[in-house]
């Protein structure tokens, strides 16, 4: 039978998803759960790795079914996941140990106090191009092997891997044959030297993790495995690709030169840009980190992580309930022509990029009593767009690049007025593709590229067709009063504790 499509698995913080695409990198069809957000405590977050596995197989199926496409044409399935978020199982029962501690957790803050006060952040940094902080996994991992009762010495024994979710469905849908991951979830771990391409030997000490857990770090295209056939519908289908989901996505938008950027509106929001065989190092707040492992090389990426973007949304809708739906933003935000001062800070869990201030919490500026909803959903819709630029200026002062365009994806995307905003705070166009599931596509480009389904890097830049470009149409002395005022406004979030 014709292999006609490519799989792809998009495994996000709060739904799995299945797109099967064509040759053109088009959507055939979309198949989407969401699974249960677990809190045990404040600040905590937490899935079920198995509900998420079932989850999985749940969207396969549903996808397969409603496209009524045999698995048989399938030729290659790639991976995307909500990375740094850790999974460890018995690798004899394939059961976890405990649940999957997703990137968002603060479980794990003391950890990385106790290792700052060691005075750790340089040796981390240097290595790993990350830096301490409760996101990435190397302190989750310890943090379950302290925690969990049994499992260190099950750990010191061999017994337990670890995983991201990538590693965790590659191992589940082979039936356990594969315990691998590539090089874009690899240096999310804290563990990973990025520099040497090993995990690092001295920071596992440090963390006391056992190396025999760790997976075997792969490029993120290349055939890892076939599925179990009693798994997959009686088919051995390759699975040939894997890249974490912000890597995926700067794929997927065919940022394959240095200098190219992308920023995604998820739950969070993550700006990278693409700085080709160079690994730069940030003096700005900026992570460096691999986009991904291809053709016998590593390519680097700088990245600034947003926490709270779509979230903000979200908690208009379901926290304040000033709007029914997120769409309802847009309209609302349009119906005044400006905040007339009002700042919304949504430091929910801490700041990111570049302040990095984990006890920094939320807060709202310039209320007057002619405030109204519509103020409001504006300021929260530009925090985005001001967040966007915090990212922006430290990327362009550690590269040494001026930003010519910024290529968008994500469901906040869909918003016009913040596209707009978002260009005229930058000062730079904001181009919006056809295709808006590029983490997927590009998850499933790197799965067809091993098989041959693609043929290179020319073809997909190709494939990728723009929507709608927004141009800036604010004068700089706007811009420069505008964004004056939220420095001014999260310099006094910070300060507020
Ligand atoms: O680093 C976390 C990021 O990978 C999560 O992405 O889209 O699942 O919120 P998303």
Known sequence: MEKKYVLSIDQGTTSSRAIL????????????????????????VEHDAMEIWASVQSVISEALAKASVSAKEIAAIGITNQRETTVVWDKHTGLPVYHAIVWQSRQTVDICDELKEKGYNDLF????????????????VKWI???????????????????????????????????????SNASRTLMYNIYELK????????????????????????????TEKSLFFGEEVPIAGIAGDQQAALFGQACFEPGMAKNTYGTGCFMLMN????????????????????????????????????????WLRDGLQII??????????????STDGVYVVPAFVGLGTPYWDSEARGAVFGLTRGTTQAHFV??????????????????????????????????????????????????????????????????AYLAGLAVGFWQDKQEIAENWAIDQAFHVQMDD???????????????ATRTFK
């Open 125 to 140: 940094r240097n290595k790993t191009g990350l830096l301490i902080d409760a996101y990435f996994s190397g302190t989750k």
């Open 21 to 44: 695409f064509d040759k053109k990198g088009e959507i055939v069809c979309i198949a989407q759960k969401e699974f249960q957000q677990i809190f045990p405590q404040a600040g905590w």
């Open 145 to 183: 092997l302290d925690h969990v009762q049994g499992a260190r010495e099950k750990a010191e024994k061999g017994d337990l891997l670890f995983g991201t979710i990538d590693t965790w469905l590659v191992w589940k849908l082979s039936g356990g044959k594969r315990h691998v991951t590539d090089y």
């Open 378 to 443: 504006r300021a929260t819709l530009e925090s985005l767009a001001y967040q966007t630029k915090d990212v922006l200026a430290s990327m362009e002062a550690d590269s040494g690049i001026k930003l010519k365009k910024l290529r968008v994806d994500g469901g906040a995307t869909a918003n016009n007025f913040l596209m707009q905003f978002q260009s005229d705070i930058l000062d730079v166009p904001v181009e919006r593709p056809v295709v808006l599931e590029t983490t997927a596509l590009g998850a």
């Open 324 to 337: 029914k739906h997120a769409k309802d933003s847009e309209e609302l935000a349009k119906q005044v022509n």
């Open 199 to 226: 995990w690092d030997d001295e920071l596992l000490e440090i963390l006391t993790i056992p190396k025999s857990m760790l997976p075997e770090v792969c490029s993120s295209s290349e055939v890892y495995t076939v």
């Open 275 to 314: 700085t080709g065989e160079k690994a730069v190092r940030s003096d700005h707040g900026l992570l460096t980190t691999i986009a991904w492992g291809l053709d016998g090389k590593v390519e680097y990426a700088l990245e600034g992580s947003i926490f709270v973007a779509g979230s903000a949304i979200q």
């Open 477 to 491: 002395k706007t811009r420069e009063k505008l964004y004056n005022g939220w420095k001014k406004a999260v310099h």
